[in-house]
């Protein structure tokens, strides 16, 4: 492999037909890898969640063909420690990981691990990847790569991340995947604004009609939430733009209004990408609250899913209870943390990840 370092934010869009290639082929098939998300996220530095970062992006290729990607930047890390994290990295990007193929993991961590030691690239103490899923193989890997070179590692389990694994038709879904008290509840809700005096309607904005002010509606629904208001500042405003916009330019985009005569009353943001739905955040007008107009949506996205063919609802982060209430079970992502210069009391965290890691089970990476 030959490894290069990139400091400039051209990179994206320089190898954004390879990069979302490598990603389509990869080890974890998700939208926040794509280049279109991740020049995005840079962009804005994830709505100013890191106003001073140094962009330090590795490649690998063989032959000429692109076959690894690290997409990395330097800043000083949660602990207080120059760090390199994977660009995305913390609060708005949910699946994270290298890019690279299942069969090139274990050679790409290794040949990545001694491209950072080079030192002709920002100065750090530890590689900090965060978000990274159950199942990939980077866990098991970078964990022996950096162990044979004598660097302390260690992991943490950070949040649960509940899905659904969806069948073929809505019936068998209630049937066989929800408990009998919510499923009389979700048929009840349904009845209710089927029934409701006035016109209780819901559509989908897709990446094809999608414009700005689609987006400003959103927001401006999660602004009636006094912790989303506080949430939208108007960095992460600007990133919220940024990341609609490169949703919808990678075709993945999934914008659902439902309307009470008229009016919105719930949406949510999700991302439809490799046959499943990634929810990514919704927005509720309270004044439409007797009619669960939340649990209402959702039970038409559910079924769109199914009629559509999706195989996973994926709740992503979080472990709030109605996504339980639908059925969900949960899956994992962890935070990696290695370092050539530090010790493992140091870095804290549980044990490094073991040989087995890429067998446990988390939705969106392959199987």
Known sequence: MELELHRDAEIFDR???????????????????????QRAWWAGRGGGEWPEAELCVVTARRAGQLVGVAPLFAARNRDGRPA?????????????????????????????????????????????????????????????????????????????????????????????MVEKKERQEIRRKLRRAEAFEAPVTWRIVDSAHYTPADGEAFMNMMALAEDKARFLTEAMRAQFRLTLQAAAEGGWLHLAFLEVGGEKAAAYLSFDFDNRLYVYNSALDQRFGALSVGWVLLGYLLQWCIANGRAEFDFMRGGEDYKFRFGATAGAIYRLQASPRLGAAELGGQAAAGENAQEADCFPCER
């Open 84 to 176: 390199l994290l994977l660009v995305g990295s913390v609060e708005i990007s949910d699946y994270l990981d290298l890019i690279v193929a299942r069969a090139d993991c274990e050679a790409f961590c290794q040949a990545l691990l001694e491209r950072l030691m080079a030192g002709d690239g920002p100065a750090w103490e530890v590689l900090d990847l965060y978000n990274l899923p159950a199942v990939s193989p980077t866990r098991a890997a970078l964990a022996r790569a950096a162990a044979a070179c004598g660097w302390a590692v260690t992991e943490t389990t950070l949040e649960p991340v509940p899905a659904i694994r969806l069948p073929g038709d809505w019936e068998t879904y209630l049937a066989t």
């Open 15 to 37: 190898l954004g037909a390879e990069w979302n290639a490598l990603v389509e082929g990869g080890q974890c098939r998700v939208p926040f890898l794509r280049a279109e998300y």
